[in-house]
């Protein structure tokens, strides 16, 4: 087992992993910008290391910092958790180079995953169902008109190298195509570098399902289930089920076997994700997440399975601690995101919490690191907390997550948590009558 963890993250994630960490006996070392200096894990950590000043490129993006960090601790691993260098196939390899382990899956499995082209032809080989779509990369205009018309409209055309929605163009008719090729192109470039844009069939009303996947690159590989992350705004998840609403256990577990057998053959270690879309009955590959989810609690409330410990476990070089018969699911469990932006018009919304009462009681949980008094910068991504529920069924869970929401208390900043107010007393919600585009329509049809 290790003897000191760096964390390479921030807010609530970084606390989430630091709990773990402390958990197992290991040490911990914080790293921070100048702008998160009285942030709770750095607080609590064993030792905290400034790497630079509130811009993300030159702090949790800037490995020369966090390597000098792990140097100056003596840190022998670093744990990315999501976003910033979670999926930096170039950051794994050199923290490798230097003798620290990096707590995640391979380099290799993290450059096939992070192209989109590469991860579709992947998991076609490996059995996985994908969406029909181009076998590659679509070059030209003559390419994109004959690539749409031979899958049917409407197209979905997207960035190999995206995410976020962000080089994301859909063409209803052949009269699009060409203006939605050269769109996608032009952003995929502007925000990834990369303009290379592949084609797949545009989806009328599916869900967003994923299956979480657990491996210890020895060949072992579980799955815990599925999670519906259908409820999204811009591309963006807001509300997570796990056991979503509309899947059957039989249905859960065919695909999660599909997800487990191609993870073995993968040697895949560390957590992962397999994002699907669901429609009529039917799974089609999207994407996959080599690393922990935003998401990941509703899974460990319906499994009693710490994620990030067996993370920390398989990347020491343990096996899984379970194998596929030995996991189990439990009731419900749903996650809401509460980030610091206005309810209504999404604006970020950074400042001081003047008073702050998170929810609680029984089958709550809240995993966020403000506290009262705290500043929340506005050099970052806007969420401070998730509050996760569970029930015994459902029902049950929908009333426990209304009574919690109605009594989480953030003042000093404008937060979501007006917005799930209202979401969950919404008919449709309640029915889990949803698809991936109903949250934008509710809200276009529901401005204030």
Known sequence: MFQKVLIANRGEIALRILRACKELGIQTVAVHSTADANAMHVRLADESVCIGPPSAKDSYLNIPSILAACEITGADAVHPGYGFLSENARFAKILGEHKVTFIGPSAHHIEIMGDKITAKKTAVELGIPVVPGSAGAVESDEEALRTAKEIGYPVLIKATAGGGGRGMKVAKSEKDVLEAWSTARTEAKAAFGNDSVYMEKYLGKPRHIEVQVLGDGQGNAVHLGVRDCSLQRRHQKVWEEAGGPTILPKERDEIGEICAVA????????????????????????????????????????????????????????????????????????????????????????????????????????????????????????????????????????????????????????????????????????????????????????KV
């Open 263 to 446: 993870m073995r053959k993968l040697k895949y270690a560390g957590a992962g994700t397999i994002e699907f879309l669901y429609e009529n009955g039917e799974f089609y590959f999207i994407e996959m997440n080599t690393r922990l989810q935003v998401e990941h609690p509703v899974t460990e409330r319906i499994t009693g399975i710490d994620i990030v410990y067996e993370q920390i476990r398989v990347a020491s070089g343990e096996k899984l601690s379970m194998t596929q018969d030995k996991v189990q699911f439990y009731g419900h469990a749903i996650e809401v995101r509460i980030n610091a932006e206005d309810p209504q018009t999404f604006a970020p919304s950074p400042g001081t919490i003047t008073f702050y009462h998170p929810a609680g009681g029984v089958g709550v949980r809240v995993d966020s690191a403000v506290y009262q008094g705290y500043k929340i910068p506005p050099y970052y991504d806007s969420l401070i907390g998730k509050l996760i529920v569970y029930g015994r069924t459902r029902d049950e869970c929908l009333q426990r997550l209304r009574r919690a929401i109605d009594e989480f208390v953030v003042d000093g900043i404008k937060t979501t948590l007006p917005l799930f107010q209202r979401l969950i007393r919404e008919p449709d919600i309640l029915a889990g009558n949803y698809d991936i585009h109903w949250l934008e329509k509710y809200l276009a049809e529901n």
